[in-house]
């Protein structure tokens, strides 16, 4: 849009830029470490990605697919009883992504859903995050600010660099959520994003400040009666 580029792949991998500026982590090897904007459902404990990454789960169970369009992309995932569709949109004129998330449930019975959106945050050029990946981790600090309900990362600059922030939340403001931004805990070694289905059942500590491997993992709790839909953005 001018300001602010979106990369999407069919296999839900993806990174934004921002001036620049890598918004969010970008991967090298989309097999073995993607990197990207992922979300992750839950219903009555049956897990169900809405994109082939980062699990590459090829659960024959799961129908996916994804349709492009000129604002972005919209990725479906279904099984028998519940559906997942995440809607990728990038803002007309401001630097803002948006990912709106629809959890379906087909079957007859009340069940308890999960949502987690995760993505580990960068905040830095390419060519600097390559040549110093460790060193470059270790200038992130993490807020929360509770009247709004907005988790914001930002970077601590060094010398000339431009002050970079993100702010993550969620338009329904009445939603509650529960988050974590320390990577390791989040993901398992050597798995890495690949383990993140695991985020779903584990405690969050809602932990802010200096984090040398941040990440941003975001999770709500729902229900859904029969036949019901529920949108998240």
């Given at each position: 849009?001018?300001?602010?580029?979106?990369v999407l792949?069919?296999?839900?991998a993806?990174m934004?830029?921002?001036?620049?500026v890598?918004?969010?982590?970008?991967?090298?090897?989309?097999l073995?470490?993607p990197?990207?904007?992922?979300?992750?459902?839950?219903?009555?404990?049956?897990?169900?990605?809405?994109?082939?990454?980062?699990?590459?789960?090829?659960?024959?169970?799961?129908?996916?697919?994804?349709e492009?369009?000129?604002?972005?992309?919209?990725?479906?995932?279904?099984t028998q009883?519940?559906?997942?569709?995440?809607?990728?949109?990038?803002?007309a004129?401001?630097?803002?992504e948006?990912?709106?998330?629809e959890?379906e449930n087909?079957?007859?019975?009340?069940?308890?859903?999960?949502?987690?959106?995760?993505?580990?945050?960068?905040?830095a050029?390419?060519?600097?995050?390559?040549?110093?990946p460790?060193?470059?981790?270790?200038?992130?600090?993490v807020?929360?600010r509770s009247?709004?309900?907005?988790?914001?990362?930002?970077r601590?600059?060094r010398?000339?660099?431009?002050?970079?922030?993100?702010a993550?939340?969620?338009?329904?403001?009445?939603?509650?959520?529960?988050?974590?931004?320390?990577r390791?805990?989040?993901?398992?070694?050597?798995?890495?994003?690949?383990?993140?289905?695991?985020?779903?059942?584990?405690?969050?500590?809602?932990?802010?400040?200096a984090?040398?491997?941040?990440?941003?993992a975001?999770r709500?709790?729902?229900?859904?009666?029969s036949?019901?839909?529920?949108?998240?953005?």
């Amino acid at each position: 849009n001018g300001e602010y580029t979106m990369v999407l792949t069919d296999v839900g991998a993806s990174m934004s830029i921002f001036h620049g500026v890598d918004v969010t982590r970008r991967s090298a090897d989309l097999l073995r470490g993607p990197a990207g904007i992922f979300a992750v459902a839950s219903f009555d404990g049956e897990l169900l990605c809405v994109t082939a990454a980062p699990e590459y789960n090829e659960d024959k169970l799961i129908r996916r697919h994804v349709e492009f369009n000129t604002h972005g992309a919209i990725y479906h995932a279904r099984t028998q009883n519940y559906g997942v569709d995440m809607q990728a949109l990038l803002h007309a004129g401001m630097p803002c992504e948006i990912r709106a998330v629809e959890l379906e449930n087909y079957t007859q019975k009340r069940v308890e859903a999960k949502l987690l959106f995760y993505f580990e945050p960068s905040l830095a050029k390419w060519m600097d995050e390559a040549a110093h990946p460790a060193f470059s981790r270790l200038f992130l600090h993490v807020d929360y600010r509770s009247d709004t309900k907005m988790l914001i990362f930002s970077r601590r600059t060094r010398g000339a660099e431009v002050p970079a922030c993100i702010a993550v939340g969620f338009m329904e403001h009445e939603v509650d959520f529960e988050f974590d931004s320390d990577r390791p805990v989040l993901l398992t070694r050597p798995y890495g994003a690949s383990s993140l289905p695991r985020a779903l059942d584990i405690p969050f500590s809602s932990r802010t400040g200096a984090i040398p491997e941040a990440a941003v993992a975001i999770r709500l709790k729902t229900e859904l009666g029969s036949r019901q839909r529920k949108l998240f953005t």
